[in-house]
């Protein structure tokens, strides 16, 4: 699946590689490995390494702290972050609420919010979907009223991932009732220790603390945290959206997982001979290896567009990226069949160093199965971007 890349491209892999020998720690990279949960601290520790190195934020200009990397260097840095097995750089500050602020936001925010984004000073999530308002965001209908030099909001945001450890959230709320729905919303940044802010957790299928609603009952948010102008906030939320969705593709972690899988298929027996070797069960490999291939053909292409930013085609990404990420767990727990039941979570939150059921590679893949189920819809579910690209690619 390499690519053909210049004499530069390889020795800057070899740069990224060096860096990441010597300074990705061992019980991280076991954790992404192994697919075991991740806690605050981790995130924030893999961060502020990056960070030192100034490898943070590889898509930001160099004026802001940026690398001044080629989009091609980026994609390697990202596929040698997933060989690897890094931990993600969180993207609700870096690529995203980041390109909005230095895109529309005022020259005291960029000073302000920038560098604790670029150190992790900050944790960013993202206040956008409603109980009323997922796929139809723009119905949205937590209010913002201007009295003075503050806004009061109320009302209620629901699936906000992470929001249990955020310092801040970007969210978008109706400023204006009485116009066109996409015409009456802003983008306010709300410090989430405000008095009237209740976060209140959704445990998922894979039992685990991910997302969860969050409450405004009078919520005191200074004017000065309105980024651009008020109710211009949807085109401020369609710029986002498209940074988010290019990210989402995930060319280098699925490129870690297909890996996984193969080896999980090595070491699985089916009628006395490695699972890998049965014709029917390779051939669904090899397809899942020849797509992912094309996506990251794509992803290059989209990317090297560097003057714009991301337009419709991130939706192309975001599309059958999620769905080979789907695939790839679906084809994992066919590999370990009934052993892929059991929810081991002493081992997943890494109480214990060993499964119980004797198959640590194993014992999270169920889990990992359902937790991944949600990579379709966030970001705008695929049937949404299915949408975007009949209409604005395909003209129909």
Known sequence: MDLSYTAADLAFRDKVRGFLAANLPADLQKKVRNHLRLTRRDYVRWHQIVARQGWAAPGWPVEHGGTGWTATQRHIWEEECGRAGTPQILPFGVNMVAPVIMAFGSAAQKAHYLPRILNCDDWWCQGYSEPGAGSDLASLKTRAVRIGDVYIVNGQKTWTTLAQHADMMFCLVRTNPDVRKQEGISFLLIDMTSPGITVRPIITLDEEHEVNEVFFDNVRVPAINLVGQEN??????????????????????????????????????????????????????????????????????????????????????????????????????????????????????????????????????????????????????????????AQMILGL
Not at 269 to 281: R, V
């Open 232 to 389: 211009k906030g949807w085109t401020y939320a369609k710029y986002l959206l498209g940074h988010e969705r290019t990210g989402i593709a995930g060319v280098g972690r699925s490129k870690r997982e297909l890996g996984f899988l193969k080896k999980l298929a090595t070491e699985h027996y089916k009628h006395g001979k490695p699972l890998l070797q049965d014709p029917l069960f390779a051939a669904k490999v090899a397809n899942v290896e020849i797509e992912l291939m094309a996506l990251e053909t794509t992803v290059l292409r989209v990317v090297t567009r560097e003057a714009h930013s991301p337009g419709p085609e991130a939706s192309l990404l975001k599309v059958r990226g999620t769905e080979i990420q789907q695939l790839l767990t679906e084809l994992m727990i066919e590999a370990l069949g009934p052993n892929a039941l059991p929810f081991d979570l002493d081992h997943l939150d890494g109480r214990t160093d060993h499964a119980i059921t004797g198959d640590d590679a194993g014992a999270p893949l169920g889990a990992n199965y359902l937790n991944m189920r949600k990579t379709s819809i966030y970001g705008g579910s695929n049937e949404i971007q299915k949408n975007i690209i």
